[in-house]
Nanobody
Framework: QVQLVESGGGLVQPGGSLRLSCAAS????????RGWFRQAPGKEREGVSC????????YYADSVKGRFTISRDNLKNTVYLDMNSLKPEDTAVYYC?????????????????WGQGTQVTVSS
């Protein structure tokens, strides 16, 4: 059974940091494109950061470049999103997802299996 489970969300003050984890079970995460997405209330889901399974290149949305870092631990079958210098506008439900093939960017259409999401709230 394919399963993705996110963890690490919570309430943090502006300027703070969080590390999100996405643990995969039932398949080898390393074979797939991996991505983090977020959805704020009243807004569409958007790509935050993705890793291509073609060449390993990473993509970051302009709004998070220099603050967020995507990484993976193939032995733990887990992908991470380190978030620093968090801003109130980063508040959203964050989802991890996998896709069969990702050449570039972080399009939702390339991802077919999703986790349940974890809430990140940035507020003082």
């Amino acid at each position: 059974q394919v399963q993705l489970v996110e963890s690490g969300g919570g309430l943090v003050q502006p300027g703070g940091s969080l590390r999100l984890s996405c643990a995969a079970s039932g398949f080898r995460l390393a074979y797939y494109a991996r991505g983090w997405f977020r959805q704020a209330p009243g807004k569409e889901r958007e790509g935050v950061s993705c890793i291509s399974n073609i060449d390993g290149r990473t993509y970051y949305a302009d709004s998070v470049k220099g603050r967020f870092t995507i990484s993976r631990d193939n032995l733990k079958n887990t992908v991470y999103l380190d978030m620093n210098s968090l801003k109130p506008e980063d508040t959203a439900v964050y989802y991890c997802a996998i896709g069969n093939r990702l050449e570039s960017g972080c399009p939702l259409s390339s991802f077919g299996a999703w986790g349940q999401g974890t809430q990140v709230t940035v507020s003082s």
